[in-house]
């Protein structure tokens, strides 16, 4: 079993930064692959980011079209964490973010939430404009 927990969640302004941390528990997440997912209210959840396995030693980080450019996936294996740089926020990134973890998916599945087994219970995130 893993557990995840977010945490940096806040209200920020319009252009604002934010980081977002997802700790890991239970057993090492480094050969997992890892997302960030986004709920806004009465909409389905989202697909942000995900840092899979390409190969053996390298992993490749993927971005949602509506934050490439702006957002940065990383993880550090040494702290079990998955963290989320946010830039030059806008009023549309309000939503409840997710960190997800699953020993399984691939670069085929990435966007799916529904392909990871494992997920943080969220922190909100509200831009003002």
């Known amino acids: 079993q893993v557990q995840l927990v977010e945490s940096g969640g806040g209200l920020v302004q319009t252009g604002d930064s934010l980081r977002l941390s997802c700790a890991a528990s239970g057993r090492s997440v480094s050969n997992y692959a890892m997302g960030w997912f986004r709920q806004a209210p009465g909409k389905e959840r989202e697909f942000v980011a995900a840092h899979i396995w390409h190969d053996a030693r390298t992993y490749y980080a993927y971005y949602a079209d509506s934050v490439r450019g702006r957002f940065t996936i990383s993880r550090d294996n040494a702290k079990n964490t998955l963290y989320l740089q946010m830039n030059s926020l806008k009023s549309d990134d309000t939503a409840v973010y997710y960190c997800?973890?699953?020993?399984?998916?691939?670069?085929?599945?990435?966007?799916?939430?529904?392909?990871?087994?494992?997920w943080g219970q969220g922190t909100q995130v509200t831009v003002s404009s």
């Open positions: 997800a973890a699953d020993s399984r998916v691939t670069e085929l599945a990435y966007s799916s939430p529904h392909k990871y087994q494992y």
